[in-house]
């Protein structure tokens, strides 16, 4: 069974504060990663795409990946109340020659003002 | 014009009646998808379209009957739910399901409630 596996949290950070979310996946083959934000009652956003090894900045968002540890992170720099959500990490996975994405189970981020 | 569309917002339905759900993309992506997610749990896929012809069907249950009229619009058509089927449902959709770098977006969902 292909996994990914996130912190449920919640994580709480105050506002202005760097807040790190980590995911790791299970399936070495694995090319493509991505992070979905999702507000309470909300369908998810995507907010970030990274295929390669290393960060890709995109303003306050970083994601990071390490295939080699099967290792992928979102830092969010100067958080905001905002910014609170569920974020869910998700792993592109091929089926019958098919792409699709398997999420993880999310990890809540509260920012306290 | 990155954006799926979805109606209805809210659906409240008795377990005999018939409905149906729509998804309508104007980005000109090939494959479509539908999701069901509990509360507090992750996206689960449904069925994949790809070219306007399923693809893939996670093992769902025959009350839920998926359509792909053209490239752009994707309908669930719902009979005989049970209440444990309540969830929101997702459509999303992406330029290309055979291709690895492959973003979906999705749409606003729908709250599905059966009584």
């Known amino acids: 069974q292909k996994e990914v596996e996130q912190n449920s949290g919640p994580l709480s950070v105050p506002e202005g504060a760097i807040a790190s979310l980590n995911c790791t996946y299970s399936d070495r083959v694995s090319q493509s990663f991505f992070w979905y934000r999702q507000y309470s009652g909300k369908s998810p956003e995507l907010i970030m795409s990274?295929?390669?090894?290393g960060d890709k900045e995109d303003g306050r968002f970083t994601a990071q990946l390490n295939k080699a540890s099967q290792y992928v992170s979102l830092l969010i720099r100067d958080s905001q109340p905002s910014d609170s959500a569920t974020y869910l990490c998700?792993?592109?996975?091929?089926?019958?020659?098919?792409?699709?994405?398997?999420f993880g189970k999310g990890t809540m981020l509260l920012v306290s003002p | 014009d990155t954006e799926v569309t979805q109606t209805p917002k809210h659906l409240v339905m008795g377990m005999t009646n018939k409905k149906s759900l729509k998804c309508e993309q104007h980005m000109g992506h090939r494959a479509m998808y539908w999701y069901k997610q509990k509360a507090k749990k992750p996206p689960e896929l449904m069925f994949v379209y790809s070219y306007e012809k399923l693809s893939i069907n996670e093992s769902v249950p025959s009350r839920f009957s998926p359509e792909c009229p053209n490239s752009s619009l994707l309908n669930l058509h719902l009979h005989a739910l049970q209440p444990e089927d309540s969830a929101l449902y997702l459509c999303?959709?992406?330029?290309?399901?055979?291709?690895?770098?492959?973003?979906?977006?999705f749409g606003p969902g729908t709250r599905l409630t059966v009584l």
């Open positions: 998700a792993v592109n996975m091929i089926r019958s020659g098919y792409s699709t994405l398997t």
């Open positions: 990274i295929y390669s090894n």
């Open positions: 999303a959709s992406s330029q290309d399901a055979g291709d690895t770098y492959n973003e979906q977006f």
